[in-house]
Structures are given as C-alpha cells and as structure tokens.
C-alpha cells in the first residue's frame, strides 16, 4: 500500500477512514492485475495452441469472480459506515462501476480461453491470428493504461483511452474483413474463422471495458459524467 | 418569542462569541488560499427574500464575519455548513437581529429583507422577529402548558381577539409542526414534560404561530435523536413550501437531505454556495471539499 501522506484518499482526520479507501483502492488495482494476466494469458494459450494454459485462464475466472464480490462488499460498508462525499464518493462509486467492467474483461478472457481449446482441438493452421496477437496487445495496452490513470489519478491518459477505442474499432473492422476474405477463398475455413472472428469480438470488447474505466477516472477527477457523450466534450472537461 | 428568553440566546451567542476567539492557526495552507469577499458558485438568488451584501460582523477587534454577500431565495432552505467558529451561528442571527444583545457586536453591510434595510434605525425588531423567527439547538420551552407556549406570541402581537381564534392559531401550528395528534390530549400539560423531540417541534410549532415569513434553525436537530430528527427534516420539507428556511447544521447528511442550496463557511469567510448536488458530490472550492470529506473541520 503507498504512503498515506501521498495518496489523496490517505490525509482524513479519520484513519480508519483513510485505510478503508486505500484498501478498496489497492483491491481494486489488485483485481485488475489479475484479468490483465488473464486475457494476456488467453491470447498466449491461442496462438500458442496451449490447452492446459487456456484451463488455468478459465479456472483463474472463480477467483475474479469472488473478488468482484469482496470489493462491492468493502464499498458498501463504506458508504454504510462513511457516507463519503464529493472524491471520496466518487472513487466508492466508480470502484463499484469499474469492478463490473474489469469482471466482464474476465468473461471475456476465459470467452478467448474457451475458444482457444476448441481451436487447438480441431489443430488446423492458424488464420486471423496475426490479427488477433495485434488488437490483443492493443486492448492489452488500453487495459492497463486505464488502470495506471486510475492508480495515479491521470485525466488526461483516460482522454488518451477513450480515443484509443475508435482506432480499436477500426482494427476490428479490418480484421473481420481480412477473415471474410479467407472464407470466401475455402469454404472449410469458415466454422474457424468464426472462432477467430468471436475472440476479435471478445477483444474489441475488452477495449470497450478499458474506455468505461477510463471514463470513471474522468468523473473521479473532475466530477462530471462524460459517459455517453462525444471525444470532444470529454476532452473539454479534461481541459478545464 | 424566542427574544424573550434572554438566558438562552446570551448562552448561545456567548458560546459562538468564544469561538470566534480561539485564535486561527496560521501554518495551514488552506487558510491562504481564499480571497477575502470572493465567494465560488451560486451566491445571488433570481428571487431574494434576503439581499446581503458585503456583510461584516466584528466582536471588538476579532472579525467574525468577513465581507460576505449572498441571497436568500423565497421559500428556499439554505444550509449553512462549516466547522466550529466559522461564524455561520453569527451570520445566522444578523439576519433576525438577534446580535443587537451583544454589546460589542458590530454589524456592517447591507442586509435587506424584502428590499428594506434590517439594520434601519426606523427597523421594528420586535416586528422584525415575529416576521423572521428562529429555532434553537436546544429546545427551549417555556415552564408553561403546551397550550400557553403556542399561545404567548400570537397573544403579545395582538393576532387573535377571541379564545376561539387564538385556539384556531394553536391548532394550527401544532398540526403544521407534526404536533397535534400527540399533544392535543395534553394541551394543559406543562412543556418541559415532553420528550426532546416533541419540545424541539413545539418550538417549531411556537415559531409559525405568529405566522413568520422566515424561519432560522440554529442546529435544530443536534440534542435529538435520529427518529425525532427525520420527523423534523420531515417538518423543514413541508414546510418549505410556504415559509423560507435558513438551517445551520453540523450534520452534513443534514444539509444534504434538507437543503436547496449549502453555503460553506471557513474563518468568517463564505467559502461556496452551490446547488447542494453540487456540494456534496463535486463541490467547487478545495476547502468544502476538505471539510465535507472529513479531511479537517
């Protein structure tokens, strides 16, 4: 846990209160670590073709699970006990946003796993893989930006997410066109390039995830919601 | 009404009048960071019963108040919020003129209700308070029947020629502060009897029987219970409609659940007037959001 001197939920007159915070702070950076692991490890057990690993991404899901479950249980004892205001009731009620967020980017990744051990199962020659390494390691990146603005309280990386997504969107559309062409050069290929096409699906989904945390750590920052509304007018309450 | 209890409001003045004296730490940096008569947010009202303006009020040398102006709307509650000394209790009571009974109190600025002067020297304060009335912390009955504490303000301001009307007035305000069906048995019974609940809502009940255009409530709610403190925010919300309400209150969950809009005060100074979503979810000053989120206060 960082210093409390340095950590702005860390300077109440109320210790326990500053511990509270800190701890659902940490639990939650704690959560994410563990789905960024499992999507990064869902794609690795893909391409690499590695079953046994796509059954630890899929078994590793219990675990996030029951940590969703503790972290909105820590939140709700502290708006029963705190009745946080202005910051401090916005972390608690981001954190209990954000914790669905990172629970879906799980489903996702054991979604990945899933198809990851039919496709080795079937043990044909990859396609569309180079494209999913790609927007994996895109989604990836937006992943654990999102969560290092959270940790550091960074506005303006959660901007920089939040436009990241419409390139996301874009590499999607690439791929699946990529991946209709390989089906329509064999019709063999098209139940697996379904699959691939899924797993895309899957990613471009957890870019999405990344960009609604990015979008609380906005309203954390600066208390204004910019869910639902354009780039631009996010990056106008960012300027301010 | 309340003005003839001068125990009470000497005691409480007193209390705040010490306060105003505890000397002001200085090495704190958020004690530099205000601007002395600048206030954030929304401090005017489209429709002020209250027009204050650069309002100044100093116990001999200490200035308790510094150049605050603000508005009060029409049947607006407005919750004055700020740690103790901040000279919100102060404020408070320029507004009724209850600081007249302190000698070394000087009020200065422009306070207007309705568009005429408070402080006018041609000002009926007795007049003024029957129109302007107020609540204590601490229920403050007197050793009478319940019948006789409603009964005392309409009798002394000639509102009622008959037993008839003024048991109109009585029934009245009772039903108004939630009172009636408790008390109408027991309308003989001496007040002090009551449970603190029922004494701080016959207060309530004794402040709208000479029918007041406003009513200030200096901590109503602190020496009660959470049961009997729902049933007078109860109270606040109804009676918002017809009567404008000023609430200084500790409890920030208070000024949340009652309030239109929440000032907050900081060493004499309005710090922020805001919407009171505003306050409690974004406020606009880093000091409110220091206070409210428990960081000093």
């Not at chain 2, 000698?103 to 000002?123: A, N, T």
């Not at chain 2, 304060?125 to 504490?149: C, H, T, W």
């Not at chain 2, 000639?158 to 009636?180: F, M, P, Q, T, Y």
């Not at chain 2, 009940?205 to 000479?210: L, S, Y």
Request: charged letters at 30%; hydrophobic letters at 40%.
């Amino acid at each position: 846990m960082p210093d409390k001197k340095d950590d702005v939920y860390g300077d109440h007159i109320s210790n326990k209160f500053n511990d509270e915070l800190m701890a659902l702070k940490s639990e939650f950076l704690e959560m994410g670590g563990m789905v960024e692991s499992q999507v990064d490890r869902a794609i690795t057990a893909l391409v690499e073709n590695d079953g046994n690993l796509a059954d630890e991404v899929r078994a590793m899901d219990k675990k996030v699970d029951q940590k969703e479950i503790e972290i909105d249980e820590e939140a709700t004892l502290i708006i029963a006990r705190r009745q946080p205001t202005a910051r401090d009731l916005r972390l608690v009620i981001s954190v209990i946003k954000m914790v669905a967020d990172l629970e879906r980017v799980g489903d996702e990744a054991k979604k990945i796993a899933k198809f990851a051990i039919k496709l080795s199962e079937e043990g044909q020659a990859p396609r569309g893989y180079v494209e999913v390494r790609h927007i994996g390691n895109h989604v990836l990146s937006m992943l654990h930006d999102s969560l290092d603005a959270f940790a550091r309280l960074d506005s303006e990386q959660a901007l920089r997410i939040m436009k990241e997504d419409k390139r996301v969107d874009e590499e999607y559309q690439a791929a699946t066109r990529t991946l209709l062409t390989f089906m329509m050069e064999d019709t063999r290929n098209i139940s697996r390039c379904m699959s691939v096409m899924w797993i895309l699906r899957a990613l471009e989904r957890v870019g999405d995830h990344a960009c609604n945390i990015a979008e609380n750590v906005i309203f954390m920052v600066k208390g204004e919601d910019v869910r639902h509304t354009p780039v631009e007018e996010a990056e106008k309450v960012v300027g301010r | 009404m309340n003005t003839i209890n001068p125990s009470i409001s000497t005691g409480v003045n007193m209390r705040d009048k010490q306060a105003a004296e505890i000397p002001v730490p200085q090495d704190k940096p958020e004690d530099t960071i205000i601007e002395e008569g600048k206030t954030v947010g929304k401090p005017f009202a489209s429709d002020p019963k209250f027009q204050l303006r650069n309002v100044s009020v100093s116990y001999g040398s200490d200035r308790a108040i510094k150049d605050i102006s603000l508005d009060i709307g029409r049947n607006e509650v407005i919750s004055f919020i700020g740690p103790s000394g901040c000279g919100k209790s102060t404020f408070l009571r320029c507004l009724n003129r209850m600081n007249d009974s302190i000698d070394i109190c000087r009020v200065k600025g422009q306070l207007m209700l309705d568009g005429e002067d408070i402080y006018s020297p041609k000002r009926d304060v007795v007049e003024l308070r029957a129109r302007v009335g107020m609540v204590f912390q601490k229920p403050n009955p007197f050793p009478k029947s319940i019948y006789d504490n409603v009964a005392y303000g309409p009798k002394i301001h000639g509102l009622a020629n008959r037993k008839s009307e003024l048991d109109e007035i009585v029934e009245n305000s009772l039903r108004k502060a939630g009172l009636w069906e408790e008390a109408k048995d027991r309308l003989d019974s001496v007040a002090t009897g009551m449970s603190g609940g029922q004494q701080q809502r016959l207060c309530i009940a004794r402040a709208i029987a000479v029918s007041p255009e406003v009513i200030l409530m200096d901590e109503p709610c602190s020496a009660l219970d959470p049961i009997a403190t729902a049933r007078v925010e109860e109270l606040i919300a109804d009676m918002s409609k017809s009567y404008t309400i000023v609430i200084v209150t500790h409890s920030m969950q208070q000024a949340a659940r009652v309030s239109n809009r929440t000032a907050y005060f900081h060493l004499g100074h309005l710090v922020e007037v805001n919407e009171t979503n505003k306050v409690f979810t974004s406020p606009e000053h880093q000091l409110t959001e220091s206070y409210i989120t428990g960081r000093f206060g």
